[in-house]
């Protein structure tokens, strides 16, 4: 068999079960019944590491006759395997939450992951961008009898690279609108709710090789919510 990320020769040794040493460490406070802190950091140390392998095959048996522009030359595998590097994670979050007068509220949350020295001739699924980012304003009820409410969000994610069996390519960053407006029907404790997610319809894509994501626009209606 081929590596098919490094084109020589791939061998497989014992297969052992992954082992990780984690360690977090969190605070959460209210602060004046107003501000609410939630943060947290995190370290994982992995022992024998699983990824997949993608190796290529000749059909024929003569890996001479594997040509990498030609797919009928040669057939590919996935292969599940251990890493020999000694790899890590690490990531922090954090979350601010304001209660403001007239029901207003703001929040603001954070996060970051990361994956330290894992094997470059394998495949480690870590699809996660290195930050990210959402921060919203909200409004449980104002106007006549405090019928009307509102929420607005901004969420936003740097670019990184997604990683999958034989597809490997770049996630551009995004950023996505979210809003919504509500009515209560407040003598048959009803709410309407009109929304939308991706408000600016701007397409993007989650993973490499995935479809684009547009708007998605709403109505709705609940009954006996409050």
């Known amino acids: 068999m081929i590596n098919a990320n490094t084109g020589r020769p791939q061998t497989f040794g014992e297969y052992k079960p992954e082992t990780v040493n984690a360690y977090e460490l969190g605070y959460k406070g ?18 024998d590491f699983i990824g997949r392998v993608s190796v290529i095959q000749s059909k024929s048996g003569n890996p001479a006759t594997i040509n990498p522009a030609d797919p009928s030359s040669y057939q590919g595998y996935s292969v599940s395997t251990n890493s020999t590097n000694k ?26 992951d990361h994956i330290h020295n894992p094997d470059s001739t394998f495949t480690t699924y870590f699809n996660t961008p290195n930050f990210r980012f959402n921060v919203g304003l909200t409004n449980s009820g104002f106007g006549g009898g405090k019928r009307w409410g509102f929420g607005v969000q901004f969420r936003w994610q740097n670019s990184y690279n997604t990683e999958s069996d034989f597809r490997q390519g770049p996630v551009g960053a ?4 979210d809003a919504q407006v509500s009515y209560k029907l407040l003598d048959i404790h009803s709410m309407i709710k009109l929304g939308a997610t991706n408000l600016t319809n701007h397409y993007y894509i989650s993973q490499y090789g995935n479809p684009a994501i ?8 609940a009954y006996n919510v409050f």
Request: no cysteine; glycine share 10%; net charge neutral.
């Open 30 to 47: 209210l602060y004046n019944k107003k501000v609410l802190l939630d943060v947290y950091g995190y370290y994982s140390r992995y022992n």
């Open 87 to 112: 790899v890590s994670t690490y990531g922090f979050g954090a979350s601010l939450e304001f209660l403001l007068p007239n029901n207003f509220s703001l929040d603001v949350n954070a996060s970051s």
């Open 174 to 177: 995004f950023g996505t609108l």
């Open 214 to 221: 547009g708007g998605v626009y709403y109505i709705s209606y």
